[in-house]
C-alpha cells in the first residue's frame, strides 16, 4: 500500500538544517549532544564520558540528542597529537606489559576527569622502544610522571607553549 503522506519542500529543508548543525564547531554544539563516534556526552558546557551516567539516569533525563563529533574523535581523524611520550631504555625491553599496562590504566583515570584526554597511538621501535601520542599535552606529562613513580628511571618534560605540544621523554636502563 503507497503511503498518501505529501512530499513536501519541508523534508528537504529539514535536512538542510541538520547538516548545518553537524558541521558546527563541537564548542557550539546545541545541547545534548552525542558524539556519533564515542558516544562521549556535551552538556552543560563540558563533556562527559559515554558510560559515565547509569541506564536508570539516562531514561529519566533522557532528551532528543544531536549528533556531533566530539574534538577528541575529530583530533583522532586529524591524526595530530598534542602530547608525545617517548620511552627508552633497556627495562622497556623487560617490561614492556607491564609499562604499557599502567599507562592503559592511567589514561583511563584520566578519562575519568576529561573524556577527551586520550592516548591515540602506540608505535613500537623505530627511533624509540614506544612512542605513545595523546590528544592532550596534560596526559602526556600524567603519563611521565605515572612512568616515573611507577619504575623510577629519568623524564624530561619538554613544551612548546606556542604550538601547545608536549614531549615526554622517559628512560630506564
Ligand atoms: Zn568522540
Redesign the pocket.
Known amino acids: 500500500m503507497r503511503s498518501k503522506k505529501p512530499y513536501t519542500n519541508a523534508t528537504f529543508t529539514k535536512r538542510v538544517d541538520h547538516e548545518a548543525g553537524r558541521h558546527r564547531p563541537a564548542r557550539a554544539a546545541s545541547e545534548p549532544a552525542v ?6 556526552v556535551y552538556e552543560s558546557r563540558r563533556w562527559t564520558a559515554p558510560n559515565s551516567a547509569s541506564g536508570d539516569q539516562q531514561q529519566k533525563h533522557w532528551r532528543p540528542q544531536h549528533l556531533t ?2 574534538p ?2 575529530v583530533q583522532q581523524q586529524s591524526g595530530e597529537p598534542r602530547g608525545f611520550v617517548y620511552l627508552d631504555g633497556a627495562f622497556f625491553v623487560t617490561h614492556h606489559e607491564e609499562i604499557e599496562q599502567l599507562l592503559k590504566n592511567e589514561s583511563e583515570r584520566a578519562a575519568e576527569d576529561n573524556p577527551l584526554a586520550r592516548i591515540m597511538e602506540w608505535k613500537r621501535g623505530d627511533t624509540h622502544k614506544l612512542t605513545v601520542t595523546t590528544t592532550t599535552e596534560h596526559l602526556a606529562q600524567r603519563l611521565g610522571h605515572a612512568l616515573e613513580k611507577a619504575f623510577g628511571g629519568t623524564v624530561h618534560y619538554d613544551f612548546s607553549h606556542e604550538n601547545k605540544l608536549a614531549r615526554v621523554s622517559w628512560q630506564r636502563e
Do not use: L, P, Q
Request: aromatic share 0%; charged share 20%; with cysteine.
Open positions: 558524539c556519533e563516534d564515542c558516544g562521549a563529533v566530539c577528541a574523535c
